[in-house]
């Protein structure tokens, strides 16, 4: 499995930005897609963006559409800018990658296998 090792979390006040990064070990462009989900204590993982595998298609869930962009460069990197951020959005912020050549308009959370050890973001008021 593709080894992933997420980065650029931190501590800001509510209506900042972050910006986070995901690296793989190996180029993922045109065969993994790719997501980012949010979790927090006591809570399941859960996902709020998602990208193709050629970044043709992007899909965000409704409490991020608006706020959060999805995108990923032709190699190995994938990011998540997170602006406006609130202080639900606080939490463990985990990069996941599909099985290869996964389809995606059948693509289920379930179908992420592979994770880092994520990255945490902190949102004060």
């Known amino acids: 499995q593709v080894q992933l090792v997420e980065s650029g979390g931190g501590s800001v006040q509510t209506g900042g930005s972050l910006k986070l990064s995901c690296v793989a070990s190996?180029?993922?462009?045109?065969?993994?897609?790719m997501a980012w989900f949010h979790q927090t204590p006591g809570k399941e993982r859960e996902e709020v963006a998602r990208i193709s595998a050629a970044a043709t298609e992007t899909s965000y869930t409704d409490s991020v559409q608006g706020r959060f962009r999805i995108f990923r460069d032709n190699g190995k990197t994938l990011y998540l800018q997170m602006d406006r951020l609130k202080r639900d959005d606080t939490g463990m912020y985990y990069c996941g990658a599909s099985r290869p050549l996964a389809n995606w308009y059948t693509l289920r959370s379930a179908d992420f296998i592979s994770w880092g050890h994520g990255t945490q973001v902190t949102v004060s008021s």
């Open positions: 190996e180029d993922t462009w045109n065969k993994y897609c």
